[in-house]
């Protein structure tokens, strides 16, 4: 058997905690994994005609089963179960389910679950300890609450197209879904919180999240200067990596490759480095003069490679690191000893590799190697659970 | 009074737990901060010469009263306690405050609280429903442990350094700090959990998080795509946003600022701009033809302002937006409808403004405008309450 395709067998900390997963594509979801390889058992509840779109939603083409391989690496670990939410019949089935549920989760636009009978006031009647969270856009109430909440969209509105790139440089886009994972991250923050809490007072909670509040949350150091200062802070002309930290701070291109260096004193780089034309500034011009110490550090970095640039500073103790792809990280001692990657098996035999969850608990990381389910796969066994 | 400086008043989920937080700079400090806006009771653990060294870390030369502003704004709501942990007395008194608190949070380097006696089998027989949360750049373990754990050399060997830019650029560092603050948002997850768990079995639970592992959580769709392929998903050559995603995914330049463009299909596009070039590419082409459909549409879209686009798009109801910096965005009235910011009274009597917790519960926000601590604020009182 393979090491790598086991699952966790320790008790895990979510055990027993039900989490009814009505959402689509990546904010929701990813709170819904998270929660599941802490233990939780997650069902997404899905509509029986195309289920969940990212079910359908291509990623450089690639497929597994009849589902994007997206969807695979999202919904893992999860249960499937479908229900025309239009049926009076199958709705009140699933107002069961809601009865004997901990969390409820939705990512539908503000509106869409009330319309259907299943918003906040309604479900609490049916459960008083339900934690019910929902992840929209911009939030519920507002001008923009009807908007369409997609992560680039948001990210050009939040401020965030500022932060990477040069100065020069137009609007730069995190090229990942940030505020999809973001969001997501702190719906499962703030969801756990409400069971603590619910433990305490028996008491359940909505708790809410935007993809707006969370872009502007990864904001809130250069917002908070912005706040002080009426002015944006600006990104460096030339090797910019973060707006608000002066030179030497960024990458560097060397005679082979690239070099990143983090915040080391003018003094003690230049000695490292053995760079006279650095004498020109003192510690004291890192933000007045960071374009030009930088410019002078780029030209200068040119002339040898990043091993001999690696040596010199990781000698004096200062912090610099080579930049890597995956396939050189992959390639590192270090990587193959953190249990990084795990097996998950398909139900047609075959397997993929993807990440773990992050966290590990008492030293051991979590692993589950069961995969997405196929639409409605448990609706049936569900059924008879719960009926 | 203004209404912007209240603090929240119901009740909050974390009310009556206490952390103790060992952390300095951002990734520890974030997480502490959320625990704080949730309602736990958080106490820094600072060394009495210079405490957090945050505190002394300028950005762009800010400072409120002796410290950086960057330390008010990561470390409001929280206590400060001074203790030079390598007294005995001074350790003996920390050790009581560990046997009566909830959650010890750390970030220093592997070993560090080992040798201070602070270790997590050492504080488990003081308190054994303990939660013990580390972080460390690169885990406990294996060749990488002693490393500085700083986020642009964690970014560098991370491979996130191919998501943003385009495809000619060379590694590109998203411009703020978020491994650390995602690894502080998990921290938070896994604290959580564990309290939930404590709950259902009485144990407490060591929790670890690292930068890296972080990092590659938030690249799990293209690292899973890359499992799959052996191919790293390459950047566009133009306009790219995201590397999964097919054309038009991205942002464009107009005659007068820059629209952002998320998953159109071709043909609505094409026909909702007025587009004849694009008749070239069907939908098949939007990943093997990624470059050409997104080079004719950078060339078609400077002939007229974002206005004018964003109305043709928003009229078929095609998902586009303006970007925005920080000042157009404070300008709308979504923005300030949301309640987005937040007053901090400092204790010589001037204020900071700041983001708010972005997670909502019951529809409020949570706001708190208790200042950062001075170095040992709390110390005389906090041993008179614990010893």
Redesign the interface.
Known sequence: MNPESKSTTK???????IVLEFCQY?SGPSAGL?LAD??ARVIKIENPGKGDLCRIL?????WVENDS??F???NRNKESYTANLKSEHELAEIKRLIGKADVLMHNFRPGVMEKLGLGYEAVKALNAGLVYAEISG???????ARK?G??????????L?????NQKD?????????GD???G??A???I??????R???GKG??????L???L??????????????GK??L?SAVN???????AP???Y?TKDS?L????IPIAPLREALGCGELERFDQSMV?THRDAIKQVLADFLKSATTDHWLAKLREKGL?????????Q?KA???YR??N??QIIKLTNGQS????R???????EVLLSDRPAPTLGEHTASIKQEFN
Request: proline share 6%; charged share 15%; with cysteine.
């Open positions: 008790s895990l900390p979510l055990e027993g905690v990546l998270r802490l233990g291509p990623i450089k083409n690639r391989l997206l695979h690496t999202i911009y939030g519920a109430e507002g001008p923009w369409p997609q992560d680039l969209l948001l990210q050009a509105m939040s401020g197209m500022f932060a990477s790139g137009g609007p730069m886009p995190f090229g990942l879904a940030i994972m973001l969001c991250a702190q499962v923050q703030g756990l919180a409400a069971l603590v809490h433990k305490r007072t909670s909505r708790i809410s999240l935007s707006l509040e969370s502007l949350d990864m904001q809130f150091e250069v917002l908070t200067t912005y706040f002080a200062s944006r802070p990104r910019s990596a973060h707006p608000l930290l002066g701070y960024g990458i291109a690239h990143a260096i983090a915040m933000f912090w610099a690191m080579d930049v890597k792809d995956w396939k990280l590192t001692q270090g000893q953190s990084l990657e993929i590799k993807t990440n969850c992050p966290i590990r608990i008492d030293g």
